[in-house]
C-alpha cells in the first residue's frame, strides 16, 4: 500500500507540473499554436473578452459574447469550422502553515484524502474538456465535463445552455433569451457571484473554513434550472426562473451522486436585477440576486425539508479606458435566512426559531497589459451558533462559522492577446496567499490554516 500511495503521489507531482511544462516548450516554439473554441469561433484574442486574457473574469465584450448566447461569429478559415471543442488541465503545489492530519484507519476523520502528504503537496487539480460555443443558429452553450484529480471523480459541471436573439423597441434596443444551466448563478455576466467570483483557482488539499450559503456552490451540478432574462438599452437586466432536482439515477450517472448531495423540495425560484453603464471607459454595475429552496439534507426526507432563503447586493467597477492599466473592484453581500427543521428533527433538537448566515467579499485588482495580474481580496463570514452532533446525533457543543480572511494573487498570462504569435493558447500560472484571522469561530490558532499555492492552468 505504502508503495502505491508513493506511486500516486509521483503522478499527482508529473501532472501537477504538466501545465508548466508545456508552457516552456510553447514559449520555446515559435509555431506551437492551440486554439480553444471561443477564439476560434469570434476570430478574437482572449484579451478581447477576459480583463487578463485567461481565466473567468470578464471585460465589457465578454459579458455581451455570453449574453448573446456564445453564438457570435467572426473567424475565418479552417480554425473556423473546427467543432467548438477544448480542453483545460490545472495543478496546484500547496503548503500551509500547520501540517493537516491524513485520512486512515487510525485517523478516519483526516483533512486530507489517503495517499496525500501532511504538507507540501502537489496536485493534479482537474482536467476538463468543454463544449464551448454556437450550437446552431441562435443557440449556444458552454458545458464542462471536468475530472477531479484530488476526489478522483469524474463529473459534468458548469453547463449553460442558451438561446438569444435581439430586438429593437423604437430606439430601444433589447436582447433576449432563456438559459438552461446546472448550478444557480454560472449563467450570470458578472464576477461576483459566487460560480465565476475570485479566487479562480484552488486546491483540494487547502483547508476549508467557514461556512458557505446555498447559493455558493451546495448545489452545483445536483440540480437543472430554466431562466427567462433580458437587456434593455445594455442598462437594465432582468432574470427569472426555478430549479429542481435531478434524479439519483441521473446524478449517479454523471458522476455527481453521493452522501453529501441534497435534493430540492419542488421548485426553488432564482432571481436577478442589475443596472450596468459604461462611461467611457468607466464601467459600473450595481445589482441584487437571490433564490428561495426546501431542501431534504442528504436526500432524506424523513424529517422534512429545510428552507433556505438567499438575498445578495453586489457591484462592479472596471477601467477599461487604457488596456495597459486594468482596474477592478467587485464586491457582494449574501444574506441566508435559515429554517433547519429537517436538521433538529434528525437531532431531537426541541430548539426552535431561525438561522442565518452572512457572507461579505471585496477585490481589487490591477492588470498590467493584460498579463501581469495582482489582486487583493477580504472575506468575512457571520452565522448563528450551529449544532455539532456526535455519531449518534447528540448535541456535543454549539459553534459559530465565523471567518475572516485575506487572498493576495500574483498571476502571469504570457498569451491570448492579438499581438502575440501563440494568442490562441491560453495559460495562466499564478502565486496565491491566503491569511486568516479568524477561522470557524474562533481567532486562537487561525494562522494554521494559511496557505500558498503555485497554480498553473493551461486550456487549448
Not at 500547496?94 to 495517499?115: A, E, F, I, M
Not at 436582447?175 to 461576483?192: A, C, R
Not at 479566487?199 to 452545483?220: F, H, K, R
Not at 504569435?421 to 487561525?446: C, E, F, K, P, V
Request: proline letters at 5%.
Amino acid at each position: 500500500m505504502q508503495t502505491l500511495f508513493k506511486r500516486s503521489y509521483k503522478l499527482n507531482y508529473f501532472l501537477a507540473l504538466l501545465p508548466a511544462l508545456i508552457s516552456i516548450i510553447l514559449l520555446t516554439s515559435p509555431e506551437a499554436e492551440a486554439t480553444p473554441s471561443f477564439s476560434r469561433q469570434t476570430g478574437v484574442a482572449c484579451s478581447a473578452c477576459h480583463t487578463q486574457s485567461f481565466g473567468p473574469n470578464l471585460s465589457p465584450f465578454g459579458r455581451d459574447f455570453k449574453l448573446g448566447g456564445y453564438t457570435m461569429g467572426g473567424g475565418s478559415g479552417t480554425a473556423a469550422k473546427l467543432p467548438p471543442l477544448s480542453a483545460t488541465v490545472m495543478g496546484t503545489f500547496t503548503n500551509t502553515q500547520k501540517d493537516q492530519t491524513v485520512q486512515s484507519q487510525s485517523q478516519p476523520d483526516g483533512t486530507l484524502r489517503s495517499g496525500y502528504n501532511k504538507n507540501n503537496n502537489f496536485t493534479f487539480d482537474e482536467a476538463s474538456l468543454f463544449y464551448a460555443g454556437r450550437i446552431y443558429g441562435k443557440v449556444g452553450a458552454f458545458s464542462q465535463l471536468t475530472y477531479n484529480g484530488y476526489e478522483d471523480r469524474l463529473a459534468m459541471e458548469h453547463t449553460d445552455i442558451r438561446f438569444a436573439d435581439q430586438l429593437d423597441l423604437g430606439d430601444t434596443p433589447i436582447t433576449y433569451g432563456i438559459s438552461l444551466n446546472n448550478n444557480p448563478t454560472v449563467q450570470d455576466l458578472w464576477n461576483t457571484t459566487p460560480a465565476w467570483g475570485f479566487p479562480y483557482t484552488g486546491s483540494g488539499v487547502q483547508p476549508s473554513v467557514g461556512a458557505s450559503p446555498l447559493i455558493d456552490g451546495a448545489l452545483g451540478s445536483q440540480v437543472g434550472g430554466a431562466s427567462a432574462y433580458t437587456m434593455i438599452n445594455n442598462l437594465l437586466y432582468l432574470e427569472a426562473g426555478a430549479y429542481g432536482s435531478f434524479s439519483s439515477n441521473f446524478q449517479r450517472g454523471f458522476g455527481i451522486a453521493g452522501p453529501d448531495r441534497i435534493s430540492l423540495d419542488g421548485p426553488a425560484p432564482y432571481w436577478r436585477v442589475a443596472l450596468q453603464h459604461d462611461w467611457q471607459g468607466h464601467y459600473f454595475a450595481l445589482g441584487h440576486y437571490g433564490m428561495s429552496a426546501d431542501v431534504f439534507p442528504g436526500r432524506d426526507k424523513t424529517f422534512g425539508a429545510n428552507h433556505f432563503t438567499d438575498v445578495a447586493v453586489d457591484a462592479t467597477y472596471q477601467y477599461m479606458t487604457n488596456p495597459k492599466h486594468i482596474f477592478e473592484v467587485k464586491t457582494a453581500y449574501i444574506y441566508e435566512d435559515q429554517k433547519l427543521s429537517a436538521d433538529r428533527g434528525a437531532a431531537s433538537d426541541p430548539t426552535t426559531g431561525r438561522t442565518y448566515l452572512a457572507t461579505y467579499k471585496i477585490d481589487l485588482a490591477y492588470t498590467f497589459d493584460q498579463t501581469y495580474g495582482l489582486t487583493f481580496a477580504y472575506n468575512k463570514i457571520n452565522g448563528s451558533h450551529a449544532p455539532l452532533f456526535d455519531d449518534v446525533g447528540n448535541i456535543v457543543a454549539q459553534t459559530r462559522p465565523n471567518s475572516q480572511f485575506y487572498t493576495a494573487e500574483l498571476v502571469y498570462v504570457p498569451f491570448g492577446k492579438s499581438n502575440s504569435y501563440s494568442y490562441l493558447m491560453n495559460l495562466r500560472t499564478s502565486l496565491q496567499y491566503i491569511g486568516y484571522s479568524q477561522a470557524n469561530g474562533t481567532n486562537t490558532d487561525a494562522q494554521f490554516n494559511n496557505t500558498f499555492m503555485v497554480n498553473g492552468w493551461l486550456a487549448f
